[in-house]
T-cell receptor, first 113, second 115 residues
Framework: GENVEQHPSTLSVQEGDSAVIKCTYS??????FPWYKQELGKGPQLIID?????GEKKDQRIAVTLNKTAKHFSLHITETQPEDSAVYFCAATPPGGYQKVTFGTGTKLQVIP | GAGVSQSPSNKVTEKGKDVELRCDPI?????LYWYRQRLGQGLEFLIY????????KSGLPSDRFSAERTGESVSTLTIQRTQQEDSAVYLC?????????????FGQGTRLTVV
């Protein structure tokens, strides 16, 4: 089955700086890679996703890159703000109708004002 | 409904008691997941239901844990003879395996405290 590793487990940045979270996956067939943000006391929510036919995707201050050859993908947050403080999870999904999503272990991001 | 609904939101139980947690997925979602999240930790996969296929129970930590799902609707996660180490937030998510995307939508979770 799929195995997803995520680094770092915790990350502190100054407000306005950039934050990068990295994930690797094991199943080369995986073709869908969502990122989730979990705020305190809430369930994770999708913030951005990328498919294997795309190398990069941006949405305002958030971007995700995918390197299929190396089987790794990253989340980039620019101009961080205190409200970006949360736990972020990456995930990978193989193709097919009955494959489950596999999540990384999470990164706790703290943006220091 | 508008989203994934979990009940109760909080549950305090005595060690050794059984508990039942409920998840109402988004209508039409064929896939349903249960995860456990200990304080400050990541998502620990427990069980996965997809349509009428046999569930993937590979994440259940012991035979005290079981889950059921009726068709493509409500699911219940049962923990028998609860232990203190079962204290955690139990998250449910549902998704639809359509052609376009497979986004999983999470509920708010049930915070279980075993005393």
């Amino acid at each position: 089955g799929e195995n997803v590793e995520q680094h770092p487990s915790t990350l502190s940045v100054q407000e306005g700086d950039s934050a990068v979270i990295k994930c690797t996956y094991s199943d080369s067939a995986s073709n869908y890679f969502p990122w989730y943000k979990q705020e305190l006391g809430k369930g994770p929510q999708l913030i951005i996703d990328i498919r294997s036919n795309v190398g990069e995707k941006k949405d305002q201050r958030i971007a995700v890159t995918l390197n299929k050859t190396a089987k790794h993908f990253s989340l980039h947050i620019t101009e961080t703000q205190p409200e970006d403080s949360a736990v972020y999870f990456c995930a990978a999904t193989p193709p097919g109708g009955y494959q489950k999503v596999t999540f990384g272990t999470g990164t706790k991001l703290q943006v220091i004002p | 409904g508008a989203g994934v609904s979990q009940s109760p939101s909080n549950k305090v139980t005595e060690k050794g008691k059984d508990v039942e947690l409920r998840c109402d997925p988004i209508s039409g979602h064929t896939a349903l997941y249960w995860y456990r999240q200990r304080l400050g930790q990541g998502l620990e996969f427990l069980i996965y239901f997809q349509g009428n296929s046999a569930p993937d129970k590979s994440g259940l930590p012991s035979d005290r844990f079981s889950a059921e799902r009726t068709g493509e609707s409500v699911s219940t996660l049962t923990i028998q003879r609860t232990q203190q180490e079962d204290s955690a937030v139990y998250l449910c998510a549902s998704s639809w395996r359509g052609q376009a995307r497979t986004e999983a939508f999470f509920g708010q979770g049930t915070r279980l405290t075993v005393v």
